[in-house]
């Protein structure tokens, strides 16, 4: 009964979750096109094609992605799918996963039932609902790791470690912040257990476990082998754009907002981004309450755990708030990982959790004390009552259909359509530009990557960009700058940029980002038409502005020198077939004089040239498999270039020497770090089914020992 009055609640507060399929999107949810995500079905890759061309820091993110894969090749489309992966799944979990570990902690049913709304309807988790459902995701399953993992202390039994590393990877894959800051927790859990707790002396016990929670860990690292391995082997395991970030939001957070577990840009009705909002008097009832619960239970040493957790959580969350102002900013530079924490409202978390099981302890407390005369029984009552409606209270904008953002269904423009279709259409590669940033409606394959907006671009073309527009110029004077510098034209060639499009306006959809910069669309459309090899094109549109550059490079391609933007050199096409965003089999025929290799990739040194074909297994263990590292450089526009001479390479590999003299050459250019990735794979697949082979062990004995 008490999972079906939570999940009736959580239904029917989200229920534009579920009324109708239309697509949800909204602030940093966007939407994915179904050949996109037709194309995450595959194998995990080191290298994403998109913009530039990246290492693949959101690996981690395959096998979700993989779901995604699935399920569009049934072409179910993509407001199913997002259901499907996300918003059902978090319907489900988030109340339910929290009540069974209050349930776990307290034993009560009502107790357990509003630490299920308190946990569910926070402001911070409606926060996360506009747009950052991985971490929602993540939040909604990390109660019932906890749940497994005290199960794991208390029982020491082998299947609870399997069931928290289970658990634990799904946590990982969808969040992997969140997955770090749940391992804290587990480990000072562990080290109270031990210490607090069960007091153990025993070795014997403590080493088992300490074993069995170590398995746990074990098993879950075992799993992230395919994206660990590779990661590492690239440099951006532990240096990724994630974890270079200068500290944000100091002006947004501090110890009150932190304590009343108060997002500061929740208004009531919606969240306001970095406009910080009044703490309502009423919401400081929720810290009260806590700290009651934490003191009337002081001798329950599980409950004084969860109390540490909130006081962990409050003193994280403030930032650079007094007091110790120092603290968040000495972790952010010397603790491992904690760099990816550019900004504090994750610890939010924390509070949250540890609020879950304080404020139901006091509940408790008084339900079993306030018995003395009537005032004291109906004193519980209003006190239960209005914990209640406090956090029930938050739904309110949700079911009034104010709350908007996600919970809003938005229709794709047919403009859109028309354009999309025309990209996929054209079975070639190239790139295209959005000015000044990109729609939610675009749509992007590996041989047709999109660059999404002029700060993408400015991240690949820093160096060029920096040597023209001054070091203070903001995100939008770049965009309203960046057709003026020199060798703009050269800039756009050798990025294969083939189109460059103007977005609509589309305020319907909350797709209008203009108002973001310094000067209208007409303005854009302007200085498009001044630019030489730059002509708009009619593909059917009404409204959305396309620009061909006629004259783009391909994404593979030979010149005589070194490609450089001040000159704009005559090149050579190659044949070559895309097999996956890692590998290309490249054709060279006719050649008998050194070459550049040019590939329009940003510039890595894991890119390597193989003559003849790929075995990735022989890679890692044959130092000289590939073309010396000394003949690949960077272009000045961020590219890759390769310094390819037959005579030489065809001394000690074989190629086919024609009559006429010249050489006839394969090659395969190759992302050299993805091999590791395929060893992880092996790894983490073989890790995968030792696991479903013991739980199907698990389940076949359960059923032996029922039917004996």
Not at 80 to 85: A, P, S, T
Not at 106 to 118: D, H, K, P, Q, V
Not at 351 to 378: D, E, H, M, R
Request: glycine share 4%.
């Amino acid at each position: 009964m008490p999972y079906v009055i939570l999940l009736f609640v959580s239904f029917f507060t989200h229920f534009r979750w579920i009324n109708n399929l239309a697509v949800l999107t909204s602030g940093d949810w966007t939407n994915l096109g179904i050949q996109t995500l037709k194309e995450y079905l595959a194998f995990p890759y080191l290298w994403v094609s998109n913009g530039f061309g990246s290492v693949n820091i959101g690996a981690s993110f395959y096998p979700f992605n993989l779901i995604y894969g699935i399920l569009a090749h049934f072409n179910l489309g993509y407001g199913l799918d997002e259901r499907l992966v996300f918003f059902w799944p978090i319907l489900i979990l988030l109340p339910i996963s929290i009540y069974i570990l209050v349930k776990k902690i307290t034993g009560n049913t009502l107790a357990s039932l509003i630490g299920s709304i308190i946990y569910s309807y926070n402001t911070y988790f409606f926060e996360l609902q506009t747009g950052q459902l991985t971490l929602l995701m993540a939040c909604a399953l990390c109660p019932l790791v906890f749940s497994f993992f005290i199960e794991l202390l208390e029982t020491k039994k082998i299947k609870y470690s399997i069931y928290t590393a289970i658990v634990g990877f799904i946590v990982s894959f969808y969040e992997f912040r969140m997955f770090y800051i749940l391992c804290w927790i587990l480990f000072f859990y562990l080290m109270y257990y031990i210490i607090l707790i069960e007091k153990i002396q025993n070795k014997q016990k403590l080493i088992k476990i300490v074993f069995l929670s170590g398995l746990s860990l074990f098993i879950i690292f075992l799993l992230n082998f395919y994206w660990i391995i590779g990661l590492s082997k690239t440099g951006t395991l532990t240096s990724n754009a994630y974890f270079n970030r200068i500290l944000f939001g100091d002006e947004f957070l501090n110890i009150n907002y932190a304590i009343t577990l108060f997002h500061p840009f929740w208004t009531g009705t919606k969240t306001a981004v970095f406009i910080v909002q009044n703490i309502p008097f009423y919401v400081w009832i929720i810290p009260i309450f806590a700290f009651l619960g934490l003191y009337l239970n002081r001798k329950n040493k599980q409950i004084v755990f969860f109390g540490f957790i909130s006081l962990l959580g409050v003193f994280l969350t403030k930032q650079v708030a007094h007091p110790f102002i120092g603290i968040y900013p000495f972790l952010y530079k010397y603790l491992p990982g904690f760099n990816a924490f550019r900004e504090a409202s994750k610890f939010y978390f924390l509070i949250a959790l540890g609020y879950s099981i304080l404020i139901p302890a006091f509940l408790i407390s008084i339900w079993k004390t306030w018995n003395k005369n009537k005032w004291q029984n109906y004193s519980k009552y209003i006190i239960t009552v209005l914990i209640t409606l406090i956090f029930l209270w938050n739904i309110r904008p949700i079911i009034a259909g104010d709350f908007q953002t996600i919970f809003t269904p938005r229709k794709i423009p047919n403009d859109y359509v028309i354009l999309n279709n025309f990209i996929l259409d054209q079975n070639q590669f190239f790139r295209t530009l959005w000015m000044p940033t990109g729609s939610r409606w675009s749509t992007f394959t590996n041989i047709n990557p999109q660059v999404n907006d002029i700060d993408e671009a400015n991240g690949n073309w820093n160096i060029y960009i920096k040597n023209h527009l001054s070091d203070k110029f903001t995100y939008g004077d770049i965009a309203e700058e960046i057709f003026k510098i020199k060798n703009i034209k050269n800039l756009l060639d050798e990025s294969s940029i083939k189109y460059i499009i103007i977005p609509l306006e589309d305020k319907e959809n909350d797709d209008n980002f203009f108002p973001d910069f310094h000067k209208p669309r007409a303005d854009y459309i302007k200085e498009l038409n001044s630019l030489k090899n730059m002509k708009p094109i009619n593909i059917g549109t009404k409204e959305l502005i396309i620009y061909e550059n006629i004259s783009y490079k391909p994404h593979i391609y030979l010149t005589n020198k070194k490609e450089t933007i001040k000159n704009n050199l005559n090149y050579k096409t190659v044949q070559f077939q895309y097999i996956n965003p890692t590998e290309y089999d490249i054709q060279i025929k006719n050649i008998n004089k050194p070459f550049y290799l040019n590939f329009t990739d940003s510039f890595n040194p894991s890119w390597k040239v193989r003559v003849g074909k790929l075995n990735w297994l022989t890679s890692l263990i044959n130092k000289n498999y590939f073309i010396s590292s000394n003949y690949h450089s960077m272009t000045d526009t961020g590219y890759n270039s390769f310094l390819i001479n037959p005579k030489v390479i065809c001394k000690t590999t074989p190629c086919k020497f024609n009559k006429n003299g010249t050489y006839d050459l394969n090659l395969t250019l190759y992302f050299s770090s993805q091999s590791y990735t395929y060893f992880g794979i092996i790894i983490s697949s073989l890790t995968a089914f030792t696991i479903l082979g013991y739980l199907i062990f698990i389940i076949l004995n359960n059923i032996y020992e029922k039917n004996n």
